[in-house]
């Protein structure tokens, strides 16, 4: 921890917890209609494929491959 406490970027992210929270609690409002609950939906969705399949993101951008089908997959590997 101290590597990171080091690097200049990592300040950014001592905050997370408390942002992960707020923006949890807008998705159990349905405070963003439309449009923008894709957004919280997709940050959710990566939020959850960090923990469960880190190497998700070299998968993501290949065509025909979505964020509902690389966390299935990380579900199924899990049981």
Do not use: I
């Not at 949890?24 to 405070?31: C, D």
């Not at 957004?39 to 969705?45: C, F, K, L, R, S």
């Not at 959850?48 to 951008?61: F, N, Q, Y």
Request: charged share 25%; no cysteine.
């Amino acid at each position: 921890m101290a590597v990171m406490s080091a690097d200049p970027d990592f300040k950014r992210y001592k905050g997370f917890t408390q942002r992960w929270s707020q923006e949890v609690a807008q998705l159990r409002r349905g405070a963003h209609a439309r449009d923008n609950r894709f957004y919280y939906t997709g940050m959710a969705q990566s939020f959850l494929l960090d923990r469960l399949a880190p190497d998700w993101k070299t998968k993501a951008m290949a065509p025909g491959v979505f964020l509902d089908d690389l966390l299935r997959q990380a579900l199924s590997s899990a049981d």
